[in-house]
């Protein structure tokens, strides 16, 4: 057994494919529309689906907007450059609500950043856990 995907429901698909691959340089692998039930399925990552476990962002026509709730938490994603990391996502207009610095009780240097949905990325840096 593995994990295929996690799957987030996004308000806007092409932000969220635009912000998935371009700040943080994930590939579109798959995209489908299903017209009978108004939904809207991409699937992003940074290797094929068949090797690693990607993203699957569904946009349910007509809704814009989703609460996140309490229960999920965030995605982790190792990053070569924590610092170059954080700066692509402010770029591409992302929200970094914890500047790269090593987490409490540890020397892991980690940061988090927000999707333009909300969703919380954690960075980590490789090499440092």
Known sequence: MR????????GDLERSIAFYT???????????EYPDGHFTL??????????????????NWG????????GFGHIA????????ACDRVRLWGGKVTREPGPMKHGNTVIAFVEDPDAYKIEFIQAGSW
Not at 3 to 10: K, P
Not at 22 to 32: F, P, Q, S, V
Not at 42 to 59: C, I, K, N
């Open 63 to 70: 809704v814009d907007r989703y609460e996140s709730g309490t």
């Open 22 to 32: 371009e700040a943080l340089g994930m590939k579109l692998l798959r995209r489908h």
């Open 3 to 10: 994990i295929l995907h996690t799957m987030l429901r996004v």
């Open 42 to 59: 991409a699937f992003v990552g940074f290797q094929d689906e068949r090797d690693a476990s990607v993203l699957e962002l569904t946009y």
């Open 77 to 84: 994603v190792e990053v070569d450059d924590i610092d170059a």
